[in-house]
């Protein structure tokens, strides 16, 4: 009897030791980071990092844990995770059961604002309780909104799941080169199935409203955030099935001359989930970027009788010029405002601009009322380059580090001529009105062996007996 107690007692104390070296199994946790709420061009290349505070994810790039307790020193290199395709990042990594995991995302070493934590165990940072069985945690979006968020918030509201949430994302930064968004535009999404020939029954994706989009903030490893306009559309499950397409574009105001130029395309996923799309340059124009070193003293001179007699503007309204345009200059676009010169009609300014000697500068004139500018009547009829979209701006090839542009001509073509302005009076009463259309710039063109493209469209005219039709 009093060996079955002792061979029980030894059993019981033997199963409360923990030998040398028995861990139990470790279980992987999967993070899926979404980064299409970072204000920047976040793509592929990008080094997307999970930092933390446990074995799983080292601080430094020799794993090491510190013991200090600051946020610097506790979060550091973290682990790199790898691109799914679009804004979707994955990382996973192994973690002993019941580890209490605090951890935030990393972009390019940008360190993203702090999140409520919903296991209650930190006040700044993201956490997770380790459980028993491999999991992943729900979709988590990068927080660079200024302020704490939820950690798995989504930046739209909660909708019922008899709607599929469609994230939409555009990046204005190469069309912000060349024309400039006042401020009351908008910008937004349409769209819908079957090319533009049909619209789906949604509350939000048509061809023929427009599904607001909300201008971005901040900015991210220098990258300026209010490029980015992003925007959540609700479409029913009901009208769309897995694998349909589905077209849009993205437009400003309800101006289909200030959409994109062809319709893009996605196609309803598995489940009809909610989904990101990834980010668009709007119109397909990335920026064009140059290295800009050259410090000029440049003065614009500019003659307005021109536009005085035309009635497009008076002696006494506010005359800008907006310069750096196509990364022609380091800041883009640059507004500086004209004085006038004593009683005449001549304005001026002479402003330092950061530029390249030997290459041309984009400019143009705007006449300003009430906070909007009114871009002058102009075409480029000299232009060389390919990009359709400069042709309307003004150039000045720069020939040294202190010069003055004289837009003093009055002509009708000269590159150089005076600024011109739609008549802005107000009509007292019905009148009749002839339009006149001049074709023969049309007509020169193409008989120069160049094509006339469309706007709008896909018609490409490249013969003279094609222009009328």
Known sequence: MKCTLYLLLACIILAGLVLPGVVQSQVKVTFIINSSTAPDTVNAAYDVRVTGASAGLPNSADGSIPRVDTLMTRFGAGLKASSIGGDYWKLTVSFQPKDSVRFKFRINGDWEDNSTDPNGFSTDNRGVRVGFADTTLPVMYYNKTGSTQPQYRTPWTAAPDSFMNVYFRTDMQGYAQNSVLGATDTLGVRGGGHMMNADFNTPELAWGTTSYLTKGSGSMNGYDGTNFWAGRVRIRKSTVNPGDSLYYKF?????????????????VPTGRNDTTLSWKWFQDIKPIGRPNLDTAFITFTTNMAHAVAKGGFKNGDTLVVQSGFFGTAA????????????????????????????????????????????RENYFNFQYTGTVSAEQEKRQFLVPNKNFTINDTVNGVSDARRQPEFADQSKLSQAVKVTWIVDMRPAYYQVWAGDSLVAGQGTATVRYVDSIKA
């Open 331 to 374: 800041e883009s676009p640059r507004e500086r405002r004209l004085s006038r010169q004593g009683l005449t009609n001549l304005y001026k300014y002479t402003d330092t601009i950061v530029t390249s000697v030997g290459k041309p500068l984009d400019y143009q004139y705007y006449w300003k009322k009430n906070a909007l500018n009114v």
């Open 251 to 267: 437009i400003i105001n309800s101006d289909w001359g200030r959409a994109d130029n062809s319709n893009r395309l996605f196609i």
